[in-house]
């Protein structure tokens, strides 16, 4: 049986290259981190979870690991920095997860080094080699980043396998080799006092046999060969043993697990704690959300996972542009009722760094601003259809994970406090007036909402982990839910709306303002308003 502490927490997601840089060099660092832990205690988190700070050639922001066992020390800091981090963090209360991507390496690691080298290296299993040519690829499966899965290499003329960029090789896990290299690497890791894991990219690390073919692009989704294909199950539990030796909190990013087979992965018996699902954040051409999707993909989950199996709720993460431009239309109001609507649902939230104080797109104007490989890849691509630079740019920035990786807004001072130096990407404009010291001193800052739902969810028990049932789940813009005595209502959009309940009424005391709502009947919504309404004991 797994330990239950995350039931109650809440977890806040660090990109440590934007949260905040103490050496001038203009990208973040530990340290950054360090001195920010008092922030993130005030805030109310549990745990942090720092994306990928280990040595890499930064093709994909780190997901690119070329040593397991080291970090970019000339970026981040050294292992004293992060043990002094970890012990900090510890000493406060919070624990301190870190990522482990494990479907494919960086092609510098000097397993890819030496695999490429000859048919006949040790190492050349550790990798997917299959013959090729360019008429003739292994087969049409297409890569997240975009192109094929395959590259063929010299000096073998053979070809790799990639779901994402060709930079990233992945890894054979039918090798037994490779699965021990990863678990002793996996419990090196935990030895050196890592509280857990967010599991990056997890569902693919088995494939559909290669002669599987992707027959309509339009119908069945590109990325079945590779998400969650049978035989995972396998991996995950010689993973759990060892997660469950250290009481390791681990979030598996596991796009194509369904709703469904979440249960089994999360329960009190399955692989890891929780998973993040990916259907919710679909996007249009102009970056609009889909708020039907977002509402039954979050309803759909919470009611699957409820007799068995945990929820990670979130909003943003470092490959999404902002919540509040996505799903809200740019104002605060929107970015509180979007943080009402999923705080306080069953599962451990997640924030995402700057979200707290609703930091919003940039409004790229050049490409040399962008530091994203798929977005920059999409740029070209769409160069090379004919349209302008500027067409190319809107298309390809529009959904571009570079929004949500701007640097954190600390302050009004240059470059908002986040570093003394050149800051490696561009710095929101907004800076000046949307910023972490701006709404620490306004009590009706988006921040100390967040703080307020932070706190319900560390007091009442109902809220943690108690029942959900949905209200008005036909309705096309209230996101209304009750969890034991409380009642939750939020209208996720800018047009007022009215809502009638079922008799008979109950009188609520409002969480908010304190006053009470006696026998409540109808409710008027304002634009993006919500409720937290709590029960008054008959
Ligand atoms: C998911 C990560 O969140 C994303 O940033 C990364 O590009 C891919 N996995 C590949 O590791």
Redesign the pocket.
């Known amino acids: 049986m797994k330990s239950n502490w995350f039931k109650q927490a809440v977890g806040y997601q660090i990109y440590p290259k934007s949260f905040r840089d103490t050496n001038g060099d203009g990208i973040g660092d530990i340290n950054g981190i360090i001195e920010k832990l008092p922030y993130l205690k005030d805030l109310g988190v549990d745990f942090i979870w720092i994306n990928p700070i280990y040595k890499s050639p930064q093709f994909?922001?780190g997901?690119d690991i070329s040593d397991y066992y080291a970090l970019d020390e000339d970026r981040f800091g050294t292992m004293a920095d992060l043990q002094n981090l970890m012990m900090q963090a510890h000493s406060m209360g919070m624990k301190v997860i870190m990522d482990l991507?494990v479907n494919?390496t960086s092609n510098q690691h000097p397993w890819f080094i030496e695999s490429r080298k000859s048919k006949d290296n040790p190492y050349r299993d550790y990798y997917h080699w299959q013959p090729a040519t360019p008429d003739h690829l292994p087969n049409n499966w297409i890569s997240f980043f975009g192109g094929s899965t395959w590259t063929i290499d010299e000096p073998t003329g053979e070809a790799y396998f990639h779901v994402?960029s060709k930079e990233?090789p992945d890894l054979n896990w039918h090798n037994p080799k490779v699965r021990e290299e990863i678990y002793d690497m996996v419990r090196w890791w935990l030895e050196q006092g890592i509280d857990g894991f967010r599991l990056?990219?997890i569902s693919h690390i088995e494939k559909a046999p290669w002669d599987f073919e992707i027959k309509s692009f339009k119908d069945n989704s590109p990325w079945e060969p590779f998400m969650n294909v049978a035989g995972i199950e396998a991996y995950m539990a010689e993973f759990k043993k060892l997660f469950d030796e250290f009481d390791a909190l681990t979030v598996g990013?596991a796009s194509g697990v369904s709703s469904k087979e979440a249960t089994s992965w999360t329960d009190d018996h399955g692989y890891i704690d929780m998973i993040f699902e990916l259907e919710h954040s679909n996007k249009d051409d102009n970056g609009q959300g889909d708020l039907k999707l977002f509402k039954d993909t979050i309803m759909r989950w919470q009611e699957d996972l409820l007799a068995r199996g945990w929820n990670a709720p979130y909003l943003e993460n470092?490959?999404q542009p902002r919540v509040i431009d996505v799903l809200g239309d740019g104002t605060e109001a929107s970015a509180k009722a979007l943080a009402v609507a999923y705080m306080l649902l069953r599962g451990t939230p997640f924030i995402y760094q700057g979200q707290e104080i609703g930091m919003t797109n940039f409004d790229y104007t050049d490409i040399s601003q962008v530091d994203a490989t798929d977005t920059i890849y999409l740029y070209n691509e769409k160069l090379a259809e004919g349209l302008s630079k500027t067409a190319a740019l809107k298309v390809a920035t529009v959904n571009s994970r570079d929004h949500s990786r701007t640097p954190m807004q600390w302050d009004a001072t240059e470059n908002a406090g986040f570093t003394d130096g050149k800051p490696w990407l561009v710095i929101n404009p907004n800076y000046l007036e949307k910023n972490v010291a701006a709404a620490q001193t306004n009590p009706d800052s988006i921040l100390n909402l967040y703080k307020f739902l932070i706190q319900l969810r560390h007091e009442y028990q109902d809220i943690s982990e108690g029942h959900i049932t949905f209200l008005f789940p036909e309705h096309p813009a209230v996101l209304a839910y009750k969890r034991g005595e409380f009642l939750i209502v939020t209208n996720l959009s800018a047009t007022p709306t009215t809502i009638t309940f079922e008799r008979p009424g109950h009188d609520y005391q409002d969480m908010v303002t304190q006053a009470i709502v006696p026998d409540l009947l109808e409710l008027s919504l304002e634009s993006w308003a919500y409720r937290i309404y709590k029960k008054i004991k008959e």
């Open positions: 994909d922001g997901y991507v494919h994402f990233q990056d990219a990013e470092h490959d």
